[in-house]
């Protein structure tokens, strides 16, 4: 039989925040934890900030060829460097800037 699990031993289970960055020059910095190479968009990360806190990236195309060679452990600094030009019928892409660190 299973033990029994006391009130006071449960945990709510919070999911990692969506980064959605609307400033151009919004930064995010961390280090990735986890890679979802086929979310429900595309490929996401999961940056752990120095602060502690776990959020995901948004799986923007542009945002995904960037982190391409982005391993679990790297360290990154995204910066978001605004929107580009929308073409007919389509919304205008969000555009950005990775820089990296390789983990050691």
Same mark, same amino acid.
């Given at each position: 039989?299973?033990?029994?699990i006391?009130?006071?031993?449960?945990?709510?289970?919070?999911?990692?925040?969506?980064?959605?960055?609307?400033?151009?020059?919004?930064?995010?910095?961390?280090?990735?934890? !986890?890679?979802? $190479?086929?979310?429900?968009? /595309? *490929?996401?990360?999961?940056? +752990?900030t120095?602060?502690?806190?776990?959020?995901? =990236?948004?799986?923007?195309?542009?945002?995904?060829?960037?982190?391409?060679?982005?391993?679990?452990g !790297?360290?990154? $600094?995204?910066?978001?460097? /605004? *929107?580009?030009?929308?073409? +007919?019928?389509?919304?205008?892409?969000?555009?950005? =800037?990775?820089?990296?660190?390789?983990?050691?």
């Amino acid at each position: 039989m299973a033990e029994e699990i006391k009130k006071d031993d449960w945990v709510v289970q919070e999911s990692a925040k969506y980064w959605n960055p609307s400033v151009k020059g919004e930064e995010l910095v961390g280090s990735v934890t !986890d890679v979802k $190479k086929r979310g429900d968009f /595309g *490929e996401t990360f999961t940056i +752990k900030t120095d602060a502690g806190e776990e959020i995901k =990236t948004p799986s923007h195309v542009a945002l995904q060829n960037r982190m391409s060679r982005i391993d679990i452990g !790297d360290r990154v $600094k995204i910066v978001f460097d /605004g *929107e580009g030009e929308a073409q +007919k019928g389509k919304n205008a892409p969000k555009l950005y =800037t990775v820089f990296s660190s390789k983990a050691r």
